[in-house]
T-cell receptor, first 117, second 114 residues
């Protein structure tokens, strides 16, 4: 069965600090996809990144970076030089390849990030 | 810009009074999903459509129904809302290839039940 664990329920850091959000996943499939979404107070889920299981290269996008390690089943997300606008709930999610033609995902419980001015 | 639109953003209804939430998309995606999200929880999938094929999650209450009259629109009907149905309702879309295509979400509708 597939599962996503975000052990950090809530994190608070002071603006300009770096912060890492942890994500550990479980799946029996060799082909799977990992995602991060941001949910600001307005409520919309904003897509941040999609990574397939065959691509372990780390990704950097501006102040955001992602570390994918299959050996530890982790897909961690780091925000460098955090800003108040980064305050949100962040969800890690997993999707397994399937023949049903859907792209269903399993969400972790989310990490609420507070960036303090 | 291609997008997922939900109306209304806020909906107030009375206990037991049927309510319909609307979602539309300009992405031309095959799959449309409805999620329920309660405070401090992850979104919970209620059901999805692949084109006109309806797929219900096993634990979705019968009180929740959905319609998809065409590719662009999908509706969530709550036949007899209870206080426990107060939540954020999120619509999402994806291509629908079974290869982990990205789901794109609308802004959500916050439902309040009085």
């Amino acid at each position: 069965a597939q599962k996503v664990t975000q052990a950090q329920t809530e994190i608070s850091v002071v603006e300009k600090e770096d912060v890492t959000l942890d994500c550990v996943y479980e799946t029996r499939d060799t082909t799977y996809y990992l995602f991060w979404y941001k949910q600001p107070p307005s409520g919309e889920l904003v897509f941040l990144i999609r990574r397939n299981s065959f691509d372990e290269q780390n990704e950097i996008s501006g102040r955001y970076s992602w570390n994918f390690q299959k050996s530890t089943s982790s897909f961690n997300f780091t925000i460098t030089a955090s800003q108040v606008v980064d305050s949100a709930v962040y969800f890690c999610a997993l999707s397994e390849a399937n023949m049903n033609r859907d792209d269903k995902i399993i969400f972790g419980k989310g990490t609420r990030l507070h960036i303090l001015p | 810009d291609a997008m997922v639109i939900q109306n209304p953003r806020y909906q107030v209804t009375q206990f037991g009074k049927p309510v319909t939430l609307s979602c539309s998309q300009t992405l031309n995606h095959n799959v449309m999903y409805w999620y329920q999200q309660k405070s401090s929880q992850a979104p919970k999938l209620l059901f999805h459509y692949y084109d006109k094929d309806f797929n219900n999650e096993a634990d979705t209450p019968d009180n929740f129904q959905s319609r998809r009259p065409n590719t662009s629109f999908c509706f969530l009907d709550i036949r007899s809302p209870g206080l426990g149905d107060a939540a954020m309702y999120l619509c999402a879309t994806s291509f629908g290839t079974g290869s982990g295509e990205t789901q794109y979400f609308g802004p959500g509708t916050r439902l309040l039940v009085l």
